[in-house]
């Protein structure tokens, strides 16, 4: 078992229960099996919080995940490569500086992850949201994590099936929040798949396409950060993250490795 896909059983043993939870002809089975799953979790998990230093960075995985089929789009960076990592699981569990919630334009909770972190923040981030008159779809705004082991939530809202600028604003808009407030650590969910209709693939390439592009444009601070975390739920996420996360993010090698885009 490698790195990669063994850390995870160590840290959480859910996934073994997990199918009967989730029934499979439920309509909106990603929102549900998010609720329920965060109910079993907040039982058993209590401070067995995820950190960084738990999860395996896209540098240490690239030998599990698959070969390329199509030629990288960006130079190898080493450091870009350290700073990134994949991880399936529940992120109300993860203790880092900021998780991104998928919200409504309201913020005023919903289904699906947007209802799990409400739920473990407390009565208390409703009453912060309460004061921050909604957000606009792809814009992103920030409060207290409250009872999550997260200091922070950044609130984003996706656009309603699939509009690509709309989607890519989210992420950058996240980003741009995490440098204003100096976080170093942060985790996305998958914005805008499941009841909000944006196909997985396709919402997996406007996430990493954006998210490379900001850390090339604003290398200074992405030097400064610790970590960026893709979270996923379901299985079908996960390997589509796999297979793009080295198209996007090309494996360093020791002749060719860039240090610092700047440098060439």
Same mark, same amino acid.
């Given at each position: 078992m490698g790195v990669c896909s063994g850390y995870l059983f160590k840290k959480l043993e859910y996934r073994q229960s997990r199918a009967s939870l989730i029934p499979s002809s439920h309509p909106q089975r990603h929102a549900l099996s998010f609720s329920?799953?965060? @109910?079993?979790?907040?039982?058993? #998990?209590?401070?067995?919080?995820?950190?960084?230093?738990?999860?395996?960075? +896209?540098?240490? =995985? !690239?030998?599990e995940y698959p070969k390329p089929t199509q030629e990288p789009d960006n130079a190898p960076d080493l450091i870009i490569s350290r700073l990134l990592s994949l991880w399936q699981g529940d992120m109300t569990t993860l203790k880092i500086d900021a998780i991104v919630n998928a919200a409504n334009e309201s913020l005023l909770g919903g289904g699906g992850i947007d209802g799990a972190i409400h739920r473990a923040a407390g009565r208390e981030l409703l009453a912060e949201c309460q004061t921050l008159g909604g957000c606009k779809t792809g814009s992103?705004?920030?409060?207290?994590?409250?009872? @999550?082991?997260?200091?922070?939530? #950044?609130?984003?809202?996706?656009?309603?099936?699939?509009?690509?600028?709309? +989607?890519?604003? =989210? !992420?950058?808009?996240?980003l741009d929040v995490v440098r204003e407030n100096q976080l170093k650590t942060v985790a996305f969910c998958c914005v805008s798949t499941g009841v909000y209709g944006y196909d997985n693939t396709k919402a997996a390439h406007v996430a990493l396409r954006t998210v490379g592009d900001w850390l090339r444009e604003n290398y200074d601070y992405t030097k400064q950060m610790e970590r960026v975390i893709f979270c996923t739920f379901l299985d079908k996420d996960q390997q589509i993250y796999k297979k793009l996360l080295p198209i996007y993010f090309p494996e360093p090698q020791p002749d060719t490795t860039n240090q610092d885009p700047e440098v060439n």
């Open positions: 329920r799953m965060h @109910l079993t979790m907040s039982k058993s #998990i209590n401070s067995n919080f995820i950190t960084p230093k738990d999860i395996p960075t +896209l540098q240490e =995985c !690239y030998k992103a705004k920030i409060t207290k994590g409250y009872r @999550l082991p997260s200091r922070h939530v #950044i609130h984003t809202v996706g656009p309603i099936g699939e509009k690509p600028d709309l +989607l890519a604003s =989210c !992420y950058r808009n996240v």
